[in-house]
């Protein structure tokens, strides 16, 4: 086992920059997930670091060893694709051992090896079958065993749950976090998927166009994302942006927006007033579908944190439900308990806790407060 370093890292392709100064320091038996759109160069990032493909600029560590020179079978990485990649006409103890095999490690070794993980894995009774006589969820566990088999020092994962269905999708997310609490290996998970990152990452890598956006915890990212793209990629349903201004009114701060008047918090002002030029300061009110308080009729009482709004359409998501409503020129979406009396085309009132909303700055997409 051992920690991960990219120390200024780039990749081009010709004359397209796909990373950029990447700089990343994973710590040993971490758990982390690089988590981006398609084509921000994640995969391209966990290739660069199992060698498959040339770092352009830039240095990558695995311990205290440079590898950009060392070819991927000497950097004791073992890597699981998407595809699962495996030999359909070996059985499953073939296909677990075959890299052991062209180690030559001894015969006796490799049986105990194998029979170890298969035990780890719970796929000791499928080692007599072949590929195409498992389920796409055994198939996936053997993927993790020939990979586990090699005892490698980190575990590389390009999406491998891309292939599986929903229900075993989550099945297979809590056999790979146990598996890494069990046995404590360095990973390095990619993913477009926000619920794999949050649910199994100790530390999340948010990339986007090649460049790092933030690192952070699943609760530091969900919660202080640090710019909109962010806020916007991670969590579902997504955050909710509305344009709008800061005014001072009667000593107090307000966010003004068509269809919206809200009492900006004390504890958000002091950030919001830092720099000083505040009065009709553009600003972006961000907040999740949950800080919705109450969901009320539209006669009820109004406060400092309450907009008005018409219900669009609403969302039946089991437990609760998703209300998209018309604010001015805006489309928001809120959350409620099932017994929240509202059907399409209701005129409403909404209470926002702004105290666990976000404010960011529409010139640099950073959040303010």
């Not at 006409?89 to 298969?118: C, G, W």
């Not at 599986?164 to 069990?182: F, G, N, P, S, Y």
């Not at 030029?277 to 009320?296: D, N, S, T, Y």
Request: glycine share 8%.
């Amino acid at each position: 086992m051992a920690s991960v370093r990219l120390v200024n890292v780039e990749k081009s392709y010709g004359r397209t920059q796909v990373v950029k100064n990447l700089n990343l320091d994973i710590k040993d038996k971490q758990f982390v997930v690089i988590l981006g759109p398609s084509g921000c160069g994640k995969s391209t990032t966990l290739r660069m670091i199992a060698g498959l493909e040339n770092v352009t600029s830039g240095d990558i560590y695995i311990g205290e060893r440079r590898v950009n020179d060392l070819p991927p079978k000497d950097r004791d990485v073992a890597m699981v694709f998407q595809n699962y990649a495996l030999y359909p006409h070996m059985t499953v103890y073939d296909n677990l051992a075959f890299a052991l095999k062209l180690r030559k490690v001894p015969k006796q070794e490799i049986s105990q090896r194998v029979h170890r993980v298969a035990e780890i894995l719970e796929i000791s009774r499928y080692l007599d079958r072949r590929p195409t006589e498992l389920s796409g969820g055994e198939r996936q566990r053997v993927a993790l065993g020939r990979a586990m088999v090699r005892e490698p020092q980190v575990f590389l994962m390009d999406e491998p749950l891309s292939n599986v269905d929903a229900k075993l999708r989550v099945t297979m997310r809590a056999e790979i976090l146990r598996l890494h609490r069990r046995v404590q290996t360095t990973t390095i998970y990619v993913t477009h998927d926000q619920t794999e990152a949050m649910t199994l990452a100790d530390s999340i890598v948010v990339m986007n166009k090649g460049v790092v956006q933030q690192v952070g915890t699943p609760e530091e990212i969900y919660n202080y994302p640090v710019n909109m793209f962010v806020a916007g990629f991670v969590g579902s349903p997504p955050m909710n942006f509305v344009q709008g201004e800061l005014h001072y009114e009667d000593g107090k701060l307000w966010f003004v927006a068509e269809g919206m008047r809200l009492a900006v918090p004390a504890a958000k002002e002091k950030a919001l007033v830092a720099d000083g030029a505040v009065q009709r300061r553009k600003m972006v009110l961000g907040f999740r579908p949950e800080h919705a308080v109450r969901v009320g009729t539209a006669n009820g009482k109004q406060g400092e944190q309450t907009f008005a709004a018409k219900v669009d359409v609403i969302e039946m998501l089991g437990p609760a439900q998703l209300v998209y409503l018309k604010v001015g020129p805006h489309l928001v979406a809120v959350q409620t308990g099932l017994d929240c009396p509202v059907r399409s085309g209701d005129a409403v009132t909404v209470d926002l806790n702004v105290e666990r909303s976000l404010f960011f700055d529409p010139s640099s997409d950073k959040r303010v407060a």
